[in-house]
């Protein structure tokens, strides 16, 4: 299986057409980090929605990509589009899927960023044999810091493997996993800044009950967060390892850290990364049973 150099895909998917089918928060930042990379032209992209033409009107003057409200521009754009990302909610899925599925055909990517709809489902909706790419972005990927699990069918060749990794490459970190893994990732990663904001609401609430202001539990938490994930890229050591760098036997460091372990902190972590594992899966379920009822 004969895959890209990275020259060779940035130099394919800058003459390839891109629709989005669904203009919401992850479409757009897929939109930005491929154009910020430069590795398409605004002129390559289309976007469309249900409805709102006032989001549409947004994201053409923001970045100058084509968009269409009305149905016969929809049409024009499926049809001529390479690779096409599915990006509508999921609960709309299922139904867009089946009115626009008679406009894709065989030789177009299909790259779904639809939290929970499998590629069986998806291959089941669109009633004909194509590539699909499904995807677990997080929302950090908005300012080019996600992390994004990404899945292959069968179909997929190396070289849109290739160019798949390239367009998530734009907006973070890939990770390409078997598919039932996906379910791991959203727990992990698509659920995992909000965990993250969390520890920083208890920080803050904690500064601010023993005596700083505000704003200075919120700018020192900040701060802390970020310097503490900078350290571990930076330096490639284990957390463990550095926090055990860090934490003097009675020290204040290891005082907290006792009080945590007593907390079940780690537990805690493990078991709402396994049930946030868990709840995908059976959403998966759920909009496969809907959508092929």
Do not use: W
Not at 68 to 78: D, G, H, S, T
């Amino acid at each position: 299986m004969t895959t890209l150099s990275n020259t060779e895909a940035v130099q394919q998917i800058g003459s390839l057409k891109m629709c989005f089918y669904g203009a919401g928060s992850m479409a757009e930042a897929m939109v930005r980090g491929l154009l910020d990379r430069g590795l398409t032209e605004p002129q390559q992209v289309s976007m469309m929605n249900r409805s709102n033409i006032d989001r549409l009107n947004e994201l053409s003057s923001r970045y100058g990509v084509h968009t269409a409200a009305q149905n016969e521009a929809k049409v024009a754009m499926l049809r001529e589009a390479d690779i096409v990302f599915l990006a509508m909610k999921p609960k709309d899925a299922a139904e867009a899927i089946l009115q626009l599925r008679d406009l894709l055909h065989p030789g177009q990517l299909i790259v779904s960023i639809i939290a929970g709809m499998t590629i069986k489902t998806l291959e089941t909706l669109l009633g004909k044999p194509m590539p699909i790419v499904r995807t677990m972005p997080n929302t950090s990927s908005t300012i080019g810091l996600g992390a994004t699990g990404v899945s292959f069918s069968s179909s997929v060749t190396a070289t849109q493997r290739s160019l798949a990794e390239l367009m998530f490459q734009s907006v973070g970190l890939t990770a390409i996993v078997d598919e039932p893994i996906l379910d791991v990732v959203t727990g992990l990663s698509g659920s995992g800044p909000a965990y993250v904001y969390y520890l920083m609401e208890a920080m803050i609430a904690a500064g601010s009950e023993l005596g700083l202001s505000e704003e200075a539990a919120r700018e020192l938490t900040i701060q802390t967060v970020l310097g503490a994930a900078h350290m571990v890229k930076a330096t490639g050591e284990n957390p463990a390892e550095l926090r055990r760098k860090v934490t003097s036997p009675n020290g204040t460091t290891h005082a907290a850290i006792e009080k945590l372990d007593a907390n079940n902190f780690s537990g805690g972590v493990i078991s709402a990364i396994a049930r946030a594992a868990e709840r995908a899966a059976e959403m998966g379920a759920e909009i496969e049973r809907k959508a092929t009822s």
